[in-house]
């Protein structure tokens, strides 16, 4: 696995892994034929990955041309905090993912509240 950057807004906010075969020399349009969703997958059942969410672009970064990856417009910062293996840059606190939240999400997914009357 590798680290490629992620866009959103046009703007690099973090890292993203993806298998080393995402190397140049590949084509755009080879890119265009992989699912994404193969690769992007959330940390929490608060964000459902949606087709069209990450695409993987080719883009010059520093003069030579990389693979990265672009969010959606339609993503807010915590959909992009919880992409597994997301490291957000230093300086983009708005997209890291609330851990408290997170933890609690997933105390509710193991233990989910009785319903009234059921014992």
């Keep these: 696995m590798r680290r490629i950057l992620l866009f959103w807004l ?9 298998p080393d075969s995402f190397r140049m ?35 010059p970064i520093n003069g030579v041309d990389e693979v990265v990856a672009v969010a959606s417009e339609r993503m807010c910062p915590g959909d992009i905090g919880c992409i597994a293996g997301f490291e957000a840059s230093p300086d983009r606190q708005d997209v890291r993912p609330d851990e408290f939240i997170l933890s609690l999400a997933d105390a509710l997914l193991r233990n989910p509240t009785k319903q009234r009357g059921s014992r």
Excluded: A, F, H
């Design 25 to 59: 020399p590949i084509s755009q349009d080879e890119l265009d034929r992989i699912p994404t969703m193969l690769i992007i997958r959330s940390r929490t059942w608060l964000y459902d990955v949606r087709w069209g969410d990450v695409v993987l672009k080719i883009q």
């Design 10 to 18: 046009g703007q690099p906010v973090g890292t993203i892994e993806v």
